[in-house]
C-alpha cells in the first residue's frame, strides 16, 4: 500500500457548497451579466486547451507561441474578443468583478460541515496540506476560517493552465516537497480534479457519489475521508 505523505484540496464546491458562491454573487450576474458570460467562454476554453495537453501525453510537441503567453493574458484576450474591447481593461474588469468583488463574497459562506476537524486530525498527524484551486485561493481562505491551515495556497493559474493540466498538480507536488505519487489529491470535479490528479502521478479522492473507479476514494463524510487517509499515512485517526 502507498504512504500518504501529503494531502492537495480543490477549494470551490469541495471545502464548501459550490451553490453558495452563485446564490451571493447573484447580484454581479445582474450588474455585469456581458462580462460573466465572456469570462465564462473563457473559462471553457481555456479548460477545453488543458484537457487537450492532457490527451497529448507529457511528450506532446512544444506549445504554440499563444499558448506560452502568461495565462491571464491569453484569458483577457480571449474575452476582449467577446466583449470588442481592448485586453487591458478586460483584464482590469476580470480583476475588479471576479478576483476581487467575487472574493468578498466568501465572508457569508461556511465551509462544509467536518472540514475542519478533517484537517485538523490531518495536520496533527504531520501530513503536508496543500490548497490547489482554479481560483486565486488566499482572500477565500481567510473569510471561510482557513488560513494557516495549509502549507500551500496555489492557483493554477500561476502554473499557466488550468485544471486537468499535469502543470498545476505537479507545481502542488512541488511546493509540499512531497513526490507526486505520496500525495492523495481531494476534489469534486472527475473530469478536472480526479483526472489532472491522476495524470500528474497522485492518488485521488472524490466527494461524490456512486461507483467512479478513477477515483481511489469516493466520500460524502469527511470524519470518513480522514479516517481513509490516516489508515494510509502511518498514523492512527485522532480526533475526527
Request: proline share 6%; net charge positive.
Amino acid at each position: 500500500m502507498v504512504v500518504i505523505k501529503a494531502v492537495g484540496f480543490d477549494l470551490d464546491g469541495t471545502l464548501y457548497p459550490g451553490k453558495l458562491m452563485y446564490l451571493f454573487s447573484a447580484d454581479l450576474a445582474l450588474r455585469h451579466p456581458a462580462l460573466l458570460s465572456a469570462y465564462g467562454k473563457a473559462r471553457r476554453a481555456l479548460h477545453a486547451e488543458a484537457r487537450l495537453e492532457l490527451a497529448a501525453g507529457p511528450s506532446a510537441a512544444p506549445p504554440s507561441a499563444d499558448s506560452a503567453r502568461p495565462f491571464r493574458a491569453r484569458q483577457a484576450a480571449l474575452i476582449a474578443a467577446s466583449l470588442g474591447i481592448g485586453e487591458a481593461e478586460a483584464a482590469r474588469a476580470v480583476d475588479q468583478v471576479i478576483y476581487a468583488a467575487m472574493a468578498e463574497r466568501f465572508r457569508f459562506i461556511k465551509p462544509f460541515r467536518g472540514v475542519l476537524p478533517c484537517l485538523e486530525a490531518l495536520r496533527r498527524s504531520g501530513l503536508r496540506l496543500g490548497l490547489l484551486s482554479d481560483l486565486p485561493p488566499p482572500r477565500k481562505t481567510e473569510l471561510l476560517g482557513l488560513e494557516g491551515r495549509f502549507d500551500a495556497l496555489l492557483c493554477s493559474e500561476d502554473s499557466g493552465a488550468l485544471k486537468p493540466s499535469r502543470k498545476p498538480f505537479l507545481a502542488l507536488a512541488e511546493a509540499l516537497g512531497v513526490e507526486p505519487g505520496s500525495i492523495l489529491y481531494v476534489g469534486n470535479k472527475r473530469e478536472f480534479d480526479i483526472e489532472g490528479a491522476r495524470a500528474a502521478g497522485m492518488m485521488s479522492a472524490l466527494m461524490g457519489r456512486g461507483d467512479v473507479p478513477e477515483a481511489d476514494f469516493v466520500f460524502r463524510r469527511w470524519d470518513a475521508l480522514a479516517k481513509w487517509i490516516l489508515e494510509r499515512s502511518g498514523a492512527k485517526c485522532r480526533g475526527t
